[in-house]
């Protein structure tokens, strides 16, 4: 168990719709990575956050926004839901200073687009 | 950007035998270097990492890596393959610390008995 909690674990949901995923880091993080596995892309980062500020960005798609709220958990929100947005969401967290390098993940939430 | 190269996106050993997943790195500073392990329906587990402090780095479940700069390598190895062992490997690239990390495409690593 890495100590990253993310829910929801699996989500349905059809073309056109808005969902938010969870995320809260282990206890002590800082920083909030949140990715995109699919089979075509890969791995691909989103955005991170570092104690609540956004500190960068990556493909992340204009219908895509995340949040960190003050007590540290984040959300991303994906709305106006396409078929290729079907994926597996990964979010990871890390102390996020300068002598810590490691991101934990979670165990991802696996979205379905139909 | 930073980037790494994964060649291979499947090996085949046989049980007790060496494994060996390669990684290249695309950096013009020095990396923090990355092997992440990805079993079926699960999250991502770190392996081990490279930070500049030994150039071998030995990792968890009998993993190492040797960081080789003029090669801009990053290879992963094991002496013997266990059949635990398959799952689909990451290497991954942050150019700086507590940033987000780049990565490869993954290897899928099949072990047969």
């Known amino acids: 168990d890495s100590g990253v909690t993310q829910t929801p674990k699996h989500l349905i949901t059809a073309t056109g719709q808005r969902v938010t995923l969870r995320c809260s880091p282990r206890?002590?993080?800082?920083?909030v990575y949140w990715y995109q596995q699919s089979l075509d892309q890969g791995l691909q980062f989103l955005i991170q956050y570092y104690n609540g500020e956004e500190r960068a960005k990556g493909n992340i798609l204009e219908r895509f926004s995340a949040q960190q709220f003050p007590d540290l958990h984040s959300e991303l929100n994906l709305s106006s839901l396409e078929l290729g947005d079907s994926a597996l969401y990964f979010c990871?967290?890390?102390?996020?200073?300068?002598?810590?390098?490691?991101?934990?993940f979670g165990q991802g939430t696996r979205l379905t687009v139909v | 950007a930073q980037s790494v190269t994964q060649l291979g996106s499947h090996v085949s050993v046989s049980e007790g035998a060496l494994v060996l997943l390669r990684c290249n790195y695309s950096s013009s500073v020095p990396p923090y270097l990355f092997w992440y392990v990805q079993y079926p329906n699960q999250g991502l587990q770190l392996l081990l990492k490279?930070?500049?402090?030994?150039?071998l780095v030995k990792g968890i479940n009998g993993f190492e890596a040797e960081f080789k700069k003029s090669e801009t390598s990053f290879h992963l190895t094991k002496p013997s393959a266990h059949m635990s062992d398959a799952a689909e490997y990451f290497c991954?690239?942050?150019?700086?610390?507590?940033?987000?990390?780049?990565f490869g495409k993954g290897t899928s690593l099949l072990v047969t008995p």
């Open positions: 490279y930070t500049s402090a030994a150039t």
């Open positions: 991954a690239v942050s150019e700086r610390s507590g940033y987000a990390l780049n």
């Open positions: 990871a967290s890390s102390v996020g200073g300068v002598s810590n390098t490691e991101a934990f």
């Open positions: 206890s002590g993080d800082l920083s």
